[in-house]
């Protein structure tokens, strides 16, 4: 089984930063394309970037275009989530997921096949 743990969630002041991590065990993640998905309060959740094998990003979400970062470090089996200017609307739980059958990420959440927990992302007015 692929395992991933997020993590370098906290709360943070708008206009603040936070870089979240997903480090993934069981398998190589140099091949995997990783979402990161997030899900505020009382929301659906909805997918907000995502990296293909080859380290090339998709933005989901045209909010966070120019403020969120994803990148890897296949070496290290850990893709991370820059995440700068943060708003209070950015505040939700983020989750990092693994799609196996392709190189290239997705926004559908069906199409992954392994999900972190979670990590809090809160961001103050």
């Known amino acids: 089984q692929v395992q991933l743990v997020e993590s370098g969630g906290g709360l943070v002041q708008a206009g603040g930063s936070l870089r979240l991590s997903c480090a993934v065990s069981?398998?190589?993640?140099?091949?995997?394309?990783v979402g990161w998905f997030r899900q505020a309060p009382g929301k659906e959740r909805e997918a907000v970037i995502g990296?293909?094998?080859?380290?090339?990003?998709?933005a989901y979400i045209d909010s966070i275009k120019g403020r969120f970062t994803i990148s890897r470090d296949n070496a290290k089996n850990t893709v991370y989530l820059q995440m700068d200017n943060l708003k209070p609307e950015d505040t939700a739980v983020y989750y990092c997921?693994?799609?196996?059958?392709?190189?290239?990420?997705?926004?559908?959440?069906?199409?992954?096949?392994?999900w972190g927990q979670g990590t809090q992302v809160t961001v103050s007015s």
């Open positions: 997921a693994a799609r196996t059958g392709s190189s290239w990420p997705s926004s559908r959440m069906y199409e992954y096949d392994y």
């Open positions: 069981g398998r190589t993640v140099s091949r995997y394309a």
């Open positions: 990296v293909s094998a080859s380290g090339s990003n998709a």
